[in-house]
Antibody, heavy 122, light 107 residues
Framework: EVQLLESGGGLVQPGGSLRLSCAASGFILSNYAMNWVRQAPGKGLEWVSTISGSGGTTYYADSVKGRFTISRDNSKNTVYLQMNSLGAEDTALYYC???????????????WGQGTPVTVSS | EIVLTQSPGTLSLSPGERATLSCRASQSVSSSYLAWYQQKPGQAPRLLIYGASSRATGIPDRFSGSGSGTDFTLTISRLEPEDFAVYYCQQYDSSPTFGPGTKVDIK
């Protein structure tokens, strides 16, 4: 059974940093691109970042480019999102999502974790 | 960036009725890169349809997707009680974007 478990969210001050983790199980992580998608309170979904199966290629939304870094450690079955220079606009529930097929992104997200909340406030 | 518009914002229907949800793109989208998700309160989204018309694993056949170019449709043939939720369309062009969602609630 595919499972994704996010952690690392919390309350952080504006300008601060957080590192989110996504622990994957039930599939061979290196065979799949992985993604982060966020949802601000009461709002819709926003794609944040994607990483290829090998970790060699990464993609970012313009809203986070230069501030967030996605990475993965396939030996630990974990995907990460390092978030720096956080602002109020980054407050959201952050979901880890598995790509539907293959180590290169197909841009469909077939399994999702339950999310980890990030609140940016002073 | 391609902008997705979904209509209606809210659809009020009764169980057993047919639901037709629309997703319109600001420019043409490859059918290979159009998906639909369902999200219930307090839950993560669930992939329903990808490639505009292919059902994801385990999705009942009452869910169907169609369309091309800039106009796409999600149809639920007969609403079951568990189908009342918010539905998002999503596309990939240079980057993935989601529509604002359509809420299907009980009339």
């Amino acid at each position: 059974e595919v499972q994704l478990l996010e952690s690392g969210g919390g309350l952080v001050q504006p300008g601060g940093s957080l590192r989110l983790s996504c622990a994957a199980s039930g599939f061979i992580l290196s065979n799949y691109a992985m993604n982060w998608v966020r949802q601000a309170p009461g709002k819709g979904l926003e794609w944040v970042s994607t990483i290829s199966g090998s970790g060699g290629t990464t993609y970012y939304a313009d809203s986070v480019k230069g501030r967030f870094t996605i990475s993965r450690d396939n030996s630990k079955n974990t995907v990460y999102l390092q978030m720096n220079s956080l602002g109020a606009e980054d407050t959201a529930l952050y979901y880890c999502a598995k790509d539907i097929r293959g180590s290169l992104p197909r841009w469909y997200f077939d399994y999702w974790g339950q999310g980890t909340p990030v609140t940016v406030s002073s | 960036e391609i902008v997705l518009t979904q209509s209606p914002g809210t659809l009020s229907l009764s169980p057993g009725e047919r639901a037709t949800l629309s997703c319109r793109a600001s420019q043409s989208v490859s059918s290979s890169y159009l998906a639909w998700y369902q999200q219930k309160p307090g839950q993560a989204p669930r992939l329903l349809i990808y490639g505009a018309s292919s059902r994801a694993t385990g999705i009942p056949d009452r869910f169907s997707g169609s369309g091309s170019g800039t106009d796409f449709t999600l149809t639920i043939s007969r609403l079951e009680p568990e189908d009342f939720a918010v539905y998002y369309c999503q596309q990939y062009d240079s980057s993935p974007t989601f529509g604002p969602g359509t809420k299907v609630d009980i009339k």
